[in-house]
């Protein structure tokens, strides 16, 4: 799978869909290929959510 591909997949994973719906769309690429794209995203995401960074600019 090349990045476009990859960035496609990501795209619909964004949108809420899940992996039997990724499969089901995406049949050209393997099923690890897909879940290795859907739980890496979903990885990314839950660290981004879980980090809190405050900035405060005090000038």
């Not at 997949?9 to 897909?34: A, H, P, R, W």
Request: glycine content about 2%.
């Amino acid at each position: 799978m090349n990045k476009k591909d990859q960035m496609t997949v990501e795209n619909f994973v964004s949108t809420g869909m899940d992996l039997e719906t990724l499969y089901s769309c995406f049949q050209d690429f393997s099923k690890e290929e897909i879940a290795e794209v859907y739980n890496n995203y979903k990885a990314t995401q839950a660290e981004l959510e879980n980090s809190s960074s405050v900035s405060i600019n005090c000038s």
